[in-house]
């Protein structure tokens, strides 16, 4: 019979490193329940103000928690990770980090908000607008093979620090196992998030979940895959949408003009200030490639769901 296990939690790790002692082993079917730290781990609480951002330590940013080895994993099998559940721990905070994001050039200063995610549905970014709540992981990986001990930030086809936030409940991802076992590890876990995470950082929130896992023996995938189990935006359909294009040979440089567009209208329309609107957009506002087939230029378009707006 498929068992239940609770992931310990002073288990974490900062890079990928497949030396690693393991954190826990599980066979094939079984579930496991985790309680994941924020991304800083902890060196951002309730109470902080923007000035901790100009000292984190990064060392232990990213904790992540494993590695958990799946008995049988081999490489060129595909582990199959299902979301059964993941809930926040009520409270989280996002933050303009100087040096990262989209538009670092645009916003040189250290910003940080704190959110109350206690209302379980949505949290209040002003009193007019309505953030919905929908947690996900934004890293979960298998260790890559190698000497190397990358930090965590950037993904691979192993996975990693995807930060796609439709692998949520009810959604199943699948990864190509790299190294005997797996060693699977998640965290870095976010309350809500545009695609995109313009501004680098989703609402970053300790976490809950549930994981089962499963085995694909013999089968190969080339990088992470995943299903969605319906609508990729239930929370924010209904209302409508605004969005701006940025049109480029650079599909990069595209990007940052529709955002530098999108930052321009909600800051103009809803009366806020630009690291205001960048922030939203982080949280609310979805990139999409809309062109990449009529040479010599590209689109990528910023939609902004208006159902945010009371």
């Known amino acids: 019979m498929p068992g239940t296990h609770y992931f310990p939690q002073d288990k974490v790790h900062y890079v990928w490193d497949n030396e690693l002692s393991l954190a826990l082993t599980i066979t094939p079917g079984d579930t496991v329940v985790y309680h994941t730290r924020e991304v800083s781990d902890g060196q951002i609480t309730p109470d902080s103000t923007a000035e901790v951002l100009q000292n984190l330590d990064w060392d232990r940013v990213y904790p992540l928690a494993g ?6 994993a081999e490489p060129g099998d595909t582990l199959e990770v299902e979301v059964l559940d993941i809930h926040t721990e009520g409270w989280g905070w996002t933050a303009v980090i100087p040096g990262f994001g989209l538009l670092a050039d645009d916003f040189p200063d250290a910003y940080l908000k704190i959110f109350d995610l206690t209302n379980g549905d949505y949290t209040l970014f002003k009193d007019n607008i309505a953030i919905p709540i929908e947690p996900f992981f934004g890293t979960m990986g298998v260790c890559p093979a190698g000497p190397e001990k990358p930090v965590i930030m950037p993904p691979g086809p192993f996975g990693g620090n995807m930060d796609t936030r439709h692998i949520m409940r009810g959604s199943v991802l699948y990864l190509p196992v790299q190294v005997a076992g797996g060693l699977f590890s998640c965290g870095d876990a976010h ?3 545009g695609d995109g995470e313009v501004c680098v950082t989703g609402i970053e929130s300790p976490m809950y979940a549930t994981l089962r896992f499963n085995l694909l023996k013999g089968r190969s995938i080339p990088a992470p895959q995943f299903q969605t189990p319906g609508s990729l935006t239930p929370k924010s359909e209904g209302a409508g949408w605004y969005a701006t294009m940025g049109v480029n040979p650079d599909l ?7 955002l530098r567009a999108m930052v321009e209208h909600i800051s103009t329309t809803y009366s806020m200030e630009p690291v205001e609107a960048y922030v939203l957009a982080s949280l609310v506002v979805d990139l999409k490639v809309s062109e990449v087939v009529d040479q010599p230029n590209w689109i990528v ?3 902004l769901p208006l159902s945010i707006f009371r």
């Open 67 to 72: 590695p958990l080895a799946v008995e049988g």
């Open 191 to 193: 309350a809500a998030q």
């Open 252 to 258: 990069m440089q595209a990007a940052k003009d529709s």
């Open 301 to 303: 378009s910023s939609y």
